[in-house]
C-alpha cells in the first residue's frame, strides 16, 4: 500500500519540480518562518494556518487545492454526464475553426422551456445539488447552442443569448468549486461571449465577477482584484437613477474586488470596497436577485466576517462582524453554508473548537454535499485533528467523511 501523501510530501516535490528551490528560499519567498516549512516537511506537523498554506502555494506557483491534495471530483459518480461530460461542454470542439460543427440530432426545446431548465440549474446550484448539477449541465450547455442557432436574429435571440452566458457562469462556478479552475476559465469565456451577443452588459459585469472568483481560487490576487474594481467603475450606476439590477452587479463586483484585497493584506481597501457595496445595498433597500446571484445588506456583512479571516487572520473582529448577520436573511443555502464555515474558522482560531465543531456538523447536516469541496472546511478540520487530546469520534467522523485523513 503507497504511503499517505501530506502537505510535507507535496511541498518537497514541488519545491524539487521548481528547480531545487531551498526550503530556505522558499520561506523567504512564501514570507513564512523556514520552521514551518521544514516541520510540515518532517511530518512533524500535518497542517498550518490556511493564510500560511496559501503564502506557500503562491511561493511555489500552483493553487491551494493541489497544495491540500484535494479532489477534483464529485463526491459520487452520476448515471448520465458529470465533470468530464461537462468539460467536453464547455470546450465545445465543434466551434473550433476548421472543425466540424457539433450535429444537431433532434429538434432543440423551446425557447421557454429551456430558459425554464436554466433557473432550475441555478436553484440547484445555490441550494448545494452539486450532482445533479453536474449530470444536467452538459446537456444544457449543448441545448442552449442549438436554441440561439434556431433564434438566430429574432426576438427571441437576445433573451436566449443572455440565459447561455448565465449557463456558461454556472458551469465556470460548479468547475470552481470542483478545483477545475482551468476549465472555468474557458467557461468564463464562453459567458463574456455569449453576454457580449446579448448585448447584456450586467451579464458581462457578472461574468468578471466570476472570473475574479476563479483568479481568486488560482492565487491570482493582484488581478482578481484588478479586473473587478474596474469593472466595477465601468457599470458604476448613478446613486439618484441606477437600477436594483445596476446597483446588484456593482456590488457583487465590488464584494469580488474585496476578497483579494484582503489576501493581498490590504485590509483598508477591502474595507473601502465592502463599505461602498454596503451603501448600494442599502439604496436598493432589497434583497436583489438577478443575472444568476443575489445582492443585500446582509450578503456584504458577510464579506465583512470572511476578510478578517483574510491576510493576517483577525478571528475576533471576525465573530464580532458574524454577530451582525442575520443568517435567516440569507437568501441562497451554499451562502449561508460559507458564511457559517467562516465562524467555525473563526471560533477554532479564538480556542473555541467544541464551538467550531458544533457549526461544522450542523453546516455538513444542511450542506453535505457542499461541505465536501471546502478547503476552508477541511482545513479547520485538519487542524483541529493536529491539536486534539484525546480522541474525538465527532471530529474523526467528520474528518472521514470531508476526506481528510483521521489518523493524523
Request: proline fraction near 5%.
Amino acid at each position: 500500500m503507497s504511503k499517505h501523501r501530506t502537505i510535507g510530501d507535496r511541498i518537497r516535490t514541488l519545491r524539487e519540480f521548481r528547480g531545487g528551490v531551498s526550503q530556505e528560499q522558499l520561506a523567504e519567498r512564501a514570507g513564512v518562518h523556514v520552521d514551518t516549512v521544514r516541520k510540515l516537511e518532517q511530518g512533524v506537523r500535518a497542517t498550518a494556518r490556511i493564510d500560511t498554506l496559501r503564502k506557500i502555494a503562491g511561493a511555489l506557483d500552483v493553487e491551494l487545492e493541489r497544495l491540500l491534495g484535494q479532489p477534483t471530483v464529485t463526491p459520487q459518480q452520476v448515471d448520465d454526464g458529470g465533470l468530464l461530460a461537462l468539460r467536453d461542454a464547455i470546450q465545445n470542439v465543434g466551434a473550433l475553426p476548421g472543425v466540424p460543427a457539433e450535429p444537431d440530432l433532434e429538434d432543440p426545446p423551446a425557447v421557454a422551456a429551456w430558459i425554464a431548465s436554466v433557473r432550475h440549474a441555478t436553484r440547484l446550484y445555490w441550494e448545494g445539488g452539486y450532482s445533479d448539477l453536474s449530470a444536467a449541465l452538459p446537456l444544457l450547455l449543448r441545448d442552449g447552442r442549438a436554441v440561439v442557432r434556431e433564434a438566430g436574429s429574432g426576438p427571441e435571440a437576445a433573451g436566449a443569448w443572455q440565459q447561455l452566458a448565465l449557463a456558461y457562469q454556472l458551469a465556470a462556478c460548479l468547475c470552481t468549486q470542483a478545483g477545475h479552475t482551468s476549465w472555468a476559465v474557458d467557461a468564463v469565456r464562453q459567458q463574456l461571449a455569449a453576454a457580449r451577443r446579448a448585448s447584456d452588459p450586467l451579464m458581462e459585469g457578472m461574468g468578471v465577477s466570476t472570473l475574479s472568483w476563479v483568479l481568486l481560487r488560482q492565487g491570482s490576487w493582484e488581478t482578481a482584484q484588478q479586473i473587478a474594481e474596474a469593472k466595477a467603475e465601468a457599470l458604476e450606476p448613478s446613486f439618484r437613477r441606477g437600477t436594483p439590477a445596476e446597483f446588484a452587479v456593482y456590488g457583487n463586483l465590488l464584494t469580488a474586488a474585496a476578497t483579494p484585497a484582503a489576501r493581498r493584506s490590504r485590509r483598508d481597501e477591502a474595507m473601502q470596497l465592502l463599505g461602498t457595496a454596503e451603501r448600494a445595498a442599502e439604496r436598493v433597500g432589497r434583497p436583489v436577485h438577478t443575472h444568476g446571484s443575489s445582492f443585500s445588506v446582509v450578503d456584504v456583512q458577510t464579506q465583512l466576517t470572511n476578510i478578517a479571516l483574510a491576510g493576517e487572520p483577525a478571528p475576533a473582529e471576525a465573530l464580532t462582524q458574524a454577530a451582525r448577520v442575520d443568517v435567516g436573511a440569507i437568501s441562497r443555502p451554499v451562502h449561508a453554508a460559507a458564511h457559517r464555515v467562516d465562524v467555525a474558522q473563526a471560533q477554532y482560531l479564538t480556542g473555541d473548537a467544541d464551538g467550531a465543531l458544533d457549526t461544522l456538523l450542523e453546516v455538513e447536516e444542511d450542506q453535505p454535499e457542499w461541505i465536501k469541496y471546502q478547503v476552508i472546511a477541511g482545513e479547520t478540520v485538519r487542524e483541529m485533528l493536529e491539536a486534539e487530546r484525546r480522541r474525538n469520534a465527532p471530529l474523526r467522523g467528520l474528518a472521514g467523511r470531508l476526506g481528510v485523513d483521521p489518523t493524523l
